[in-house]
C-alpha cells in the first residue's frame, strides 16, 4: 500500500505557514486503513475527495492539522507515506 502526503507548496514556503496535509491514496482499501489508524490514535482526521490535481488516485483523501502532521507520517509510515 502506498500513500502520497500531498504539502502546499508556495514560493518562500514555510513549514509554519501550513495549515493542513491532504493524504492521497492510491486504493480505497489504504485510505479506509489510514484513517482507522490516525482515528484510533485521536487524530482529528476528515475524509474528503481527493483534489483532481493530484491525478491519478484514490477518491479518498484525508486532511490532517498542522499539529498532528508528523504524528500521522509516523503512524502511516508502514503505507509507505511519501512526501511532495
Known amino acids: 500500500m502506498q ?3 500531498l504539502l502546499p507548496m508556495q514560493e518562500n514556503y514555510s513549514m509554519y505557514k501550513l495549515q493542513e496535509a491532504i493524504i492521497v491514496f492510491q486504493n480505497t482499501r489504504s485510505a479506509i486503513i489510514g484513517e482507522r489508524k490516525l482515528l484510533d490514535a485521536g487524530i482529528a482526521v476528515k475524509v474528503m475527495p481527493t483534489p483532481k490535481e493530484v491525478g491519478p488516485a484514490c477518491g479518498i483523501a484525508l486532511r490532517v492539522p498542522k499539529t ?3 504524528k500521522s507520517l ?3 509510515d508502514d503505507l509507505k507515506a511519501r512526501v511532495l
Do not use: M, N, T
Request: hydrophobic share 80%; proline share 0%; net charge negative.
Open 74 to 76: 509516523l503512524l502511516l
Open 3 to 5: 500513500l502520497l502526503l
Open 68 to 70: 498532528d502532521i508528523e
